[in-house]
Protein backbone atom coordinates (compact mmCIF):
# COMPACT_ATOMS: atom_id res chain seq x y z
CA UNK A 1 0.00 0.00 0.00
CA UNK A 2 2.94 2.28 1.02
CA UNK A 3 4.69 1.33 -2.46
CA UNK A 4 1.54 2.41 -4.55
CA UNK A 5 0.82 5.72 -2.53
CA UNK A 6 3.88 7.06 -2.85
CA UNK A 7 4.10 6.14 -6.65
CA UNK A 8 0.96 7.95 -7.26
CA UNK A 9 2.26 11.05 -5.35
CA UNK A 10 5.39 10.59 -7.43
CA UNK A 11 3.86 10.21 -10.62
CA UNK A 12 1.67 13.16 -10.12
CA UNK A 13 4.58 15.01 -9.02
CA UNK A 14 6.31 13.91 -12.48
CA UNK A 15 3.12 15.56 -14.45
CA UNK A 16 3.20 18.74 -12.59
CA UNK A 17 7.20 19.39 -13.02
CA UNK A 18 6.35 18.81 -16.90
CA UNK A 19 4.10 21.63 -16.89
CA UNK A 20 6.89 23.78 -14.90
CA UNK A 21 4.62 23.66 -11.70
CA UNK A 22 7.49 22.68 -9.74
CA UNK A 23 6.84 24.27 -6.23
CA UNK A 24 3.63 21.72 -6.19
CA UNK A 25 5.32 18.76 -7.55
CA UNK A 26 8.57 19.30 -5.08
CA UNK A 27 5.16 19.11 -2.19
CA UNK A 28 4.33 15.55 -3.83
CA UNK A 29 7.28 14.65 -4.38
CA UNK A 30 8.50 14.53 -0.62
CA UNK A 31 4.70 13.42 0.56
CA UNK A 32 6.10 10.41 -2.23
CA UNK A 33 9.59 10.13 -0.81
CA UNK A 34 8.37 9.39 2.36
CA UNK A 35 6.40 6.14 1.36
CA UNK A 36 8.84 4.91 -0.91
CA UNK A 37 11.48 5.26 1.41
CA UNK A 38 10.11 3.37 3.94
CA UNK A 39 9.62 0.63 1.68
CA UNK A 40 12.87 0.19 0.65
CA UNK A 41 14.22 0.40 4.20
CA UNK A 42 12.59 -3.02 4.70
CA UNK A 43 13.54 -4.47 1.59
CA UNK A 44 16.81 -2.60 -0.17
CA UNK A 45 16.04 -4.98 -3.40
CA UNK A 46 12.14 -3.84 -4.26
CA UNK A 47 13.46 -2.03 -7.14
CA UNK A 48 10.06 -1.16 -8.63
CA UNK A 49 10.56 1.77 -5.51
CA UNK A 50 13.92 3.10 -7.47
CA UNK A 51 12.01 5.10 -10.16
CA UNK A 52 10.14 7.12 -7.03
CA UNK A 53 13.58 7.59 -5.53
CA UNK A 54 15.36 8.81 -8.54
CA UNK A 55 12.70 10.83 -10.28
CA UNK A 56 12.42 12.58 -6.70
CA UNK A 57 16.46 13.02 -6.84
CA UNK A 58 16.39 14.33 -10.45
CA UNK A 59 13.46 16.62 -10.61
CA UNK A 60 14.23 17.99 -6.90
CA UNK A 61 18.02 18.88 -8.23
CA UNK A 62 16.67 20.09 -11.86
CA UNK A 63 14.39 22.82 -9.76
CA UNK A 64 17.69 23.70 -8.07
CA UNK A 65 20.40 23.31 -10.32
CA UNK A 66 20.84 26.94 -10.38
CA UNK A 67 21.96 26.50 -6.52
CA UNK A 68 23.88 23.15 -6.73
CA UNK A 69 27.62 25.14 -5.47
CA UNK A 70 25.73 25.39 -2.19
CA UNK A 71 25.79 22.11 -0.12
CA UNK A 72 22.08 21.76 0.34
CA UNK A 73 21.42 22.10 -3.00
CA UNK A 74 23.73 19.15 -4.55
CA UNK A 75 22.74 18.20 -8.00
CA UNK A 76 22.05 14.62 -8.16
CA UNK A 77 20.23 14.35 -11.62
CA UNK A 78 23.08 11.20 -12.38
CA UNK A 79 22.00 9.74 -9.31
CA UNK A 80 18.32 10.37 -9.91
CA UNK A 81 18.71 9.00 -13.93
CA UNK A 82 20.81 5.53 -12.41
CA UNK A 83 18.08 5.18 -9.83
CA UNK A 84 15.44 5.25 -12.81
CA UNK A 85 17.99 2.91 -15.10
CA UNK A 86 17.54 0.26 -12.23
CA UNK A 87 14.06 0.34 -12.18
CA UNK A 88 13.66 -0.17 -15.43
CA UNK A 89 16.42 -3.34 -15.65
CA UNK A 90 15.90 -4.93 -12.30
CA UNK A 91 11.68 -4.17 -12.08
CA UNK A 92 8.54 -5.80 -12.71
CA UNK A 93 5.64 -3.15 -11.52
CA UNK A 94 7.35 0.66 -12.81
CA UNK A 95 9.62 -1.20 -15.33
CA UNK A 96 8.04 0.31 -18.01
CA UNK A 97 6.91 3.68 -16.46
CA UNK A 98 10.66 3.67 -15.54
CA UNK A 99 11.78 3.55 -18.82
CA UNK A 100 8.59 6.42 -20.57
CA UNK A 101 10.10 8.82 -17.27
CA UNK A 102 13.67 8.72 -18.58
CA UNK A 103 12.47 9.15 -22.18
CA UNK A 104 10.98 12.45 -20.67
CA UNK A 105 14.22 13.33 -18.21
CA UNK A 106 16.21 12.90 -21.52
CA UNK A 107 14.39 15.64 -23.19
CA UNK A 108 15.01 17.49 -20.34
CA UNK A 109 18.88 16.82 -20.57
CA UNK A 110 18.51 17.56 -24.35
CA UNK A 111 19.78 13.99 -25.28
CA UNK A 112 17.77 13.68 -27.59
CA UNK A 113 18.88 10.34 -29.09
CA UNK A 114 18.85 8.43 -25.99
CA UNK A 115 15.10 9.82 -25.95
CA UNK A 116 14.07 8.70 -28.82
CA UNK A 117 15.83 5.34 -28.08
CA UNK A 118 13.71 5.11 -24.72
CA UNK A 119 10.73 5.13 -26.27
CA UNK A 120 11.29 3.09 -29.52
CA UNK A 121 12.22 0.06 -26.89
CA UNK A 122 8.78 1.11 -25.45
CA UNK A 123 6.87 1.01 -28.62
CA UNK A 124 8.02 -2.41 -29.50
CA UNK A 125 6.43 -4.04 -26.64
CA UNK A 126 3.43 -1.49 -26.56
CA UNK A 127 3.23 -0.32 -29.95
CA UNK A 128 0.39 2.15 -29.56
CA UNK A 129 1.48 3.26 -25.72
CA UNK A 130 0.82 7.14 -25.50
CA UNK A 131 3.41 7.15 -22.78
CA UNK A 132 6.15 6.35 -25.51
CA UNK A 133 4.41 8.24 -28.49
CA UNK A 134 4.22 11.17 -26.41
CA UNK A 135 8.29 11.56 -25.69
CA UNK A 136 8.78 10.29 -28.99
CA UNK A 137 7.11 12.60 -30.98
CA UNK A 138 8.55 15.65 -28.95
CA UNK A 139 12.55 14.21 -28.78
CA UNK A 140 12.12 13.79 -32.87
CA UNK A 141 11.09 16.98 -33.26
CA UNK A 142 13.83 19.09 -30.71
CA UNK A 143 15.95 17.04 -32.95
CA UNK A 144 15.26 18.14 -35.48
CA UNK A 145 13.59 15.55 -37.11
CA UNK A 146 10.03 17.29 -38.23
CA UNK A 147 9.07 14.54 -40.91
CA UNK A 148 9.40 11.97 -38.22
CA UNK A 149 8.33 13.82 -35.39
CA UNK A 150 4.75 14.41 -37.67
CA UNK A 151 4.03 10.83 -38.33
CA UNK A 152 4.17 10.46 -34.57
CA UNK A 153 2.18 13.40 -33.48
CA UNK A 154 -0.14 12.38 -36.53
CA UNK A 155 -0.49 9.12 -34.88
CA UNK A 156 -1.25 10.14 -31.31
CA UNK A 157 -4.13 12.46 -33.10
CA UNK A 158 -5.90 9.37 -34.57
CA UNK A 159 -5.63 7.97 -31.40
CA UNK A 160 -6.93 10.82 -29.14
CA UNK A 161 -9.67 11.27 -31.48
CA UNK A 162 -10.82 7.88 -31.28
CA UNK A 163 -11.18 7.87 -27.87
CA UNK A 164 -14.48 7.54 -25.95
CA UNK A 165 -13.48 10.93 -23.10
CA UNK A 166 -12.30 13.58 -25.18
CA UNK A 167 -11.97 16.65 -23.60
CA UNK A 168 -9.89 18.20 -26.92
CA UNK A 169 -7.45 18.95 -24.22
CA UNK A 170 -4.70 16.75 -26.30
CA UNK A 171 -6.90 16.95 -29.68
CA UNK A 172 -5.56 20.80 -29.61
CA UNK A 173 -2.18 20.28 -28.40
CA UNK A 174 -1.46 17.79 -30.93
CA UNK A 175 -2.79 20.21 -33.92
CA UNK A 176 -0.64 23.23 -32.74
CA UNK A 177 2.63 20.27 -33.00
CA UNK A 178 1.62 19.19 -36.07
CA UNK A 179 0.76 22.64 -37.36
CA UNK A 180 4.65 23.59 -35.90
CA UNK A 181 5.99 20.29 -37.63
CA UNK A 182 4.63 21.75 -41.14
CA UNK A 183 5.82 24.87 -40.38
CA UNK A 184 9.06 23.91 -39.60
CA UNK A 185 9.09 21.79 -43.23
CA UNK A 186 8.30 25.37 -44.74
CA UNK A 187 4.83 23.79 -46.01
CA UNK A 188 2.93 26.78 -45.67
CA UNK A 189 -0.50 26.13 -46.08
CA UNK A 190 -0.78 23.00 -43.80
CA UNK A 191 0.70 24.91 -41.29
CA UNK A 192 -1.75 27.79 -41.44
CA UNK A 193 -4.52 24.88 -42.25
CA UNK A 194 -3.71 22.81 -38.93
CA UNK A 195 -2.99 26.19 -36.62
CA UNK A 196 -6.94 27.49 -38.10
CA UNK A 197 -8.58 24.59 -37.16
CA UNK A 198 -6.85 24.20 -33.73
CA UNK A 199 -8.88 27.55 -33.40
CA UNK A 200 -12.33 26.19 -34.46
CA UNK A 201 -12.03 23.72 -31.39
CA UNK A 202 -14.54 23.81 -28.65
CA UNK A 203 -12.70 22.45 -25.65
CA UNK A 204 -14.41 21.02 -22.15
CA UNK A 205 -14.31 24.11 -19.81
CA UNK A 206 -12.46 22.22 -17.38
CA UNK A 207 -8.86 22.52 -19.84
CA UNK A 208 -10.08 26.04 -21.40
CA UNK A 209 -8.04 28.12 -19.33
CA UNK A 210 -5.12 25.53 -19.87
CA UNK A 211 -4.83 26.21 -23.70
CA UNK A 212 -5.54 29.84 -24.08
CA UNK A 213 -1.34 29.66 -24.71
CA UNK A 214 -1.81 27.12 -26.98
CA UNK A 215 -4.69 28.95 -28.84
CA UNK A 216 -2.32 32.07 -28.76
CA UNK A 217 0.49 30.44 -30.21
CA UNK A 218 -1.92 29.32 -33.56
CA UNK A 219 -2.76 33.14 -33.80
CA UNK A 220 1.15 34.02 -34.06
CA UNK A 221 1.68 31.08 -36.42
CA UNK A 222 -0.97 32.23 -38.98
CA UNK A 223 0.07 35.52 -38.73
CA UNK A 224 3.77 34.20 -39.55
CA UNK A 225 2.88 32.20 -42.19
CA UNK A 226 0.38 34.99 -43.78
CA UNK A 227 3.36 37.05 -44.17
CA UNK A 228 5.50 34.77 -45.51
CA UNK A 229 2.89 34.27 -48.30
CA UNK A 230 2.51 37.34 -48.91
CA UNK A 231 6.30 38.00 -49.51
Known amino acids: DRFYLGSAYSYKSFQLSRENKYISALKLAIKGMKQINSVIEQDSSFYDAYIGVGSYLYWRSYMTRNFSWLPFFADQRLKGIALIKTSFDKGEISK ?42 DAQYKNNSFDAALKTYQHLLMLVTNELFN ?24 ARSHASQLLLITPDDEVKKRLESKQKHARELIKTVDAIIKE
Open 96 to 137: WAALSNLAWIYIQEEKFDHAIHCAEIGLARFPSARTFLWPLG
Open 167 to 190: NRYNEIVLELKIAQCYFALEMWQS
